[in-house]
Structure formats: structure tokens, C-alpha cells
């Protein structure tokens, strides 16, 4: 059989394309993971990412919320680590703060759609969830089906075992190109073998302690499960104060607990960490991440070794405001504030007294 020259090409080419487009998908790279070229070949477990404290207790009104803006804002501005707390609701998964008659932040359902639409706006991000699921305790398969839901089951990764070192994470970029972006935590009932992308949090993660009072920030390990030299850390950096015997949030010292520096600031807290342990904490969680005109990106920057580059983040909001982007001073914005936080603080004074059979105190 003859074949003329451009015959031979064209069944080159045809057999040829296919392992060359191969290739080029092969070699296919994130040039910028989570805003900085830099942190694309950087470990997930070298990496320090700002984290919501109860990210999905928004209010300006309630003395319960520690966060003034949605979720979805907070991952526009710059929050890489959304912590929530889950409670059982005639059996749907609701987002609750202690108790669901004191903030009810809606299903998990609606949370996690919500971050699936943001990251299908966002592919070169890297985010994770840490859920607080030791109030109820809901299996993994009872998340499972959530997350199978809203489609964010094929985003998450499944680690090699069920617990890696800090030093056996993927890179973002790695992450990143294999699609798999989203990394999920699970304080209890994890269980690698019926769903390993819900990845025990203390067998992976230490943290310092929580529900601080004073500004004597300090980081000795509080939680854990594993060996904390060989795991990531987190440290809680969001201040509380007591009213008789119940912590609430203290949003009046936000900007000076979200600082750069200064006496029980986050940048100093860091610091203190990065020296005891010679290396910087993973994840920082903080309540009104705004207060402080983006300064805990900024202490991030630092310690991810990035140059920090201002930009347009929520503005805070005073309580009592009527909105979650703004502050405002109208009459019946205060009225409603006045209401509000009276009831709320009548369901404080059950829990205080046991009918909740809890206390208010923030994980």
C-alpha cells in the first residue's frame, strides 16, 4: 500500500495529538493559588490561612454572632478557613451557636451551597471546613449525603491515611490542578475508611485553647489527639468576655485582638507560636475578621513570607446596625437592636441556668 506525503502526516498528526495533548495536561500548572504565585508549590501544612471563628453566626444585632458579613463575603475578602458548629434539627443538620435558640445560622445544606458557588467562581483557591460536630455527633455518612448534594464531595480531598504529618500535605498547586480544593475537618466521628475526605481535625490539627478572656493569648497545646510536633496547628485568637458567667464575643477590642501588634494581638500571638514552635501556625481563627482594616491578612502575609497588598474588605459593623455590610444609627434599627438582644439574652439566662443543659461557651 502506498501513502502519498500529506496522508502519512495527517494519520501522524491524528496519532500524535492525543499523547501530546497529554502531555500539556500532565505538565498544566497553577501559576497563582490563593492569591500569590509564591504559595503554589508550597506545602497545604506550610501554609498559614486566616479562619472564620463560627463563620456562619452573622448578625450586628446578636450578641451571640461573631462574624458581621456571610460567607460569601468573607471568602471574597480573603478567609481561606470557615469553622461552623452543627446541631441536629428534627433530623435535618442545622448550623446552630450552642443552642439553636440562640443563633440559628440555617441548615448546613444552605451553608455549603453558598461555598460551592463561590469556589466554582474561584478555581485557583484552596479552602477548608472545620466542623464542630461533638454536640450532636452526626455520622460521616449523614454528611456525606449533604455534600453529595450540593456537589462538593467531588471538590473534596481524600488524604493518603487518614493522618498526615505537616510535612506530607500536597502543595495549593498540587491541590489545586487535581481539583481537589476544598479540605474538609471533622472533630468527631471521622472515619477515613467510609468517608476519607472528612478528615479527623486532632489527629491532624492542634490547637491552643479557646474562649480566652484576657489578652494572655498563650500557645501551649489545649487539644489533641496525635503528636503535636508532627501535626499542623490552629490557634484560637478571638477574645471573649464574661457576663454573669456567660462568654459572648468582645467586639469592642476586635481591632486591637485582630492587630498587627501590640499587648494580645494576633500578630503577636503568632509571633510567640512561630518561636516556640519554629514554625507558624496553620490556621488562625478570629471573630469580625474586618476589625482591624484587613490586618489578619496582613499577619498572614508576614507569616506566609508574601508581600501583603491592601485591598477592599468589608467594613466594620457597629452593633445594633440594621445591616451586615454597613453600619446605621436609625432609630428603628436600634429599636429592633434592643429586642433582639433581649431575647436572646433571656435564652442566655436559660442556658445559665441548665434548662439548655449547657453553658454558652464558644468551640
Known sequence: MLFNA????????????????????????????NGYSELCDRSFGNVTFVGAHDSYAVSSINPAANQDVNVTEQLENGVRMLQMQTHNESGTIQLCHTS???????????????????????????????????????SPAQYDTVFKAVG??????????ASLSYTEWPTL????????????????????????????????????????????????VNRTSGNYAEQMYLINHF????????????????????????????????????????????FMLVDFYEYGDGSVFEVAATANGVTYTPSN????????ASGTSTASSSSSASALGFQVTAAHLSAVAAVAGGLLLGVLNVV
Open 313 to 320: 474588605i468589608a467594613s466594620p459593623v457597629s452593633s445594633g
Open 152 to 161: 462538593l464531595d467531588t471538590l473534596a480531598y481524600a488524604p493518603s491515611s
Open 100 to 138: 439553636c435558640l440562640l443563633l440559628n445560622g440555617g441548615t448546613l445544606q444552605t451553608y455549603l451551597e453558598s461555598v460551592k458557588s463561590w469556589m466554582d467562581d474561584n478555581t485557583n483557591d484552596v479552602v477548608s471546613l472545620l466542623i464542630v460536630n461533638s454536640y450532636d455527633n452526626f
Open 173 to 220: 498547586g498540587d491541590l489545586i490542578d487535581n481539583g481537589t480544593r476544598l479540605v474538609v475537618f471533622l472533630t468527631t466521628e471521622a472515619d477515613y475508611t467510609s468517608v476519607p475526605y472528612l478528615i479527623d481535625e486532632f489527629s491532624n490539627i492542634w490547637e491552643t485553647a479557646y474562649d480566652v478572656t484576657t489578652t494572655d493569648f498563650d500557645c501551649s
Open 239 to 282: 477574645l471573649d468576655e464574661d457576663l454573669l458567667g456567660v462568654l459572648v464575643p468582645d467586639k469592642s477590642d476586635a481591632s486591637k485582638t485582630n492587630a498587627v501588634s501590640g499587648t494580645g494581638s494576633l500578630g503577636a500571638q503568632v509571633t510567640e507560636c512561630a518561636a516556640e514552635y519554629s514554625r507558624n501556625p496553620n
Open 6 to 33: 500529506g496522508r502519512l502526516t495527517r494519520v501522524l498528526l491524528v496519532l500524535l495529538l492525543p499523547a501530546t495533548l497529554v502531555l500539556a495536561t500532565a505538565v498544566r500548572r497553577a501559576s497563582v493559588c
